[in-house]
């Protein structure tokens, strides 16, 4: 059985000492200790272990959670949160003198500062924002400029309008989206949805010059749907 290094592993990933986790479970500590190294627990403690770590008693004893990728353990821990890019941050965004949500403006010369700064709310209160009334009141837009000439016939320099994706499951194929990752940064993209089945997104440009890449589910950072192409 796995419970051993689960016990251990999953304390530690919620940073739980050893004290404050036997307090829950009513349990002393030296006897956690005791099922974190070599005793398996009766099945009354195993149940609260698995009701209070919410995890299934049959992954408590057979997986071996250690040698999940971060990605597993997320969608395993977190069920379907982590997949749908929903519980990994509040979106920061800025408001008029009214509440009203505004629209700020990602140009190309802070493309290179969005992804250090896309989190604070300082960093975003900087940028550019104005509004546009005709969009939907109850989604959050930004506008992004393009970079490039990947995603013809839209140029290089074009600003274009985007909606906030809380929901990474419901990217949709061949449909263009301003993608936000750790290794790439914000880039502007046509994506194919392979989340469920490889835990990735394939990103293709329109210039055919240009080969498609993957992304792996857990560089994303935030993923922004294009609406519509702004002329200077």
Partial sequence: MQVQNNLKFLRKRKNL??????????????????????????????????????????????????NYSEYKLRELLETDQFLRGRKLRILSTTVDAEGRELIEVVSQRVKASYLAGFSDPEFISELPRFSLPFLPMDKKHRVFQVDGDSMLPIPDGA????????DWMAIKDGERYVIVTEQDGVTFKIAYNRIKDQEKLLLCSSNPIYPPFEVAIEQLREVWRYRLAMSE
């Fill in 17 to 66: 000492t050893q004290e404050s986790l036997a307090q829950a479970l009513g349990i002393s500590r030296s006897k956690l200790a005791g099922y974190e190294s070599t005793i398996n627990p009766p099945i009354e403690t195993l149940v609260k272990i698995s009701d209070y770590l919410r995890i299934s008693l049959d992954i408590l004893l057979k997986e071996d959670l250690c």
């Fill in 159 to 166: 600003w274009i309008v985007c909606e906030y994706l809380d």
